[in-house]
């Protein structure tokens, strides 16, 4: 059984806009980079292939020597159009494929290897997000609709459920968290050993210190 992985990668100039306050607009490219070199690295030892799919040509680009299969978007669609048409193309060659966003660095070979051989006993595997989403869905190529978005963890699991699919949850802290926050970028400084993404926030100078208000952590340029 053939497993493609599914990464959907945004343009970079749209990079996590939400980090605006904290990172530069080349800061915010430049850390989606480590963060796709980082979840290319950690799947494509257990799957058969990687598809990254985008709108941006730059993205492409980026990838194309990093042994990845490259599909550009077609028409003006969100990201559940771009997965269907990535999920369509992956059906001609696997019969299930693991979606993996692009903002998740602390995603771990061994998580994907186990994700992967659960699917022999459960054909959709789920890893939530921590605020409701999905950061990974292990499911076949034919019949599971694309629910990626608010709650999407729960609109899975219900899809699943309506089709009388067996699916397992994969609960993990490292693949729960996804970086759209200042304070992410501290649990990837505090979590993320050995990865790029940690490398490179601390090659831009940024450090994490605990915080007693709002935030458990605080981010700030050295």
């Not at 749209?14 to 605006?20: D, G, I, W």
């Not at 969100?78 to 692009?102: F, H, K, M, R």
């Not at 009388?164 to 970086?179: C, H, N, R, T």
């Amino acid at each position: 059984m053939k497993t493609y992985a599914i990464i959907p990668v945004s343009r970079f100039s749209q990079a996590k806009t939400r980090l605006s306050p904290t990172l530069s607009p080349l800061e915010r490219e430049n850390l989606l980079k480590a963060m796709l070199n980082d979840v290319i690295s950690a799947i494509s030892i257990s799957v058969d292939q990687v598809v990254v799919i985008s709108s941006d040509r730059d993205v492409l680009n980026f990838v194309k020597d990093l042994n990845v299969n490259c599909l550009s978007e077609e028409g003006q669609t969100d990201l559940n159009g771009a997965l269907t048409q990535a999920v369509e193309w992956c059906s001609d060659y696997a019969s299930q494929v693991l979606i993996v966003p692009s903002d998740v660095p602390l995603i771990h070979q061994d998580q994907v290897q186990e994700m992967v051989e659960l699917s022999s006993k459960w054909p959709v595997v789920i890893a939530p997000a921590k605020g409701g989403g999905t950061n990974a869905m292990l499911c076949p190529t034919k019949g599971i609709s694309m629910k990626f978005g608010d709650w999407s963890f729960f609109e899975h699991l219900k899809e699943a459920e309506n089709l009388g699919v067996p699916w397992y949850i994969y609960d993990s802290f490292y693949l729960s968290l996804d970086v759209n926050t200042a304070e992410d970028l501290g649990e990837i400084m505090i979590h993320g050993f050995g990865t790029e993404t940690r490398k490179f926030l601390k090659r831009i100078g940024l450090v994490v210190q605990s915080n007693h208000g709002t935030e458990r952590l605080r981010v700030e340029r050295k």
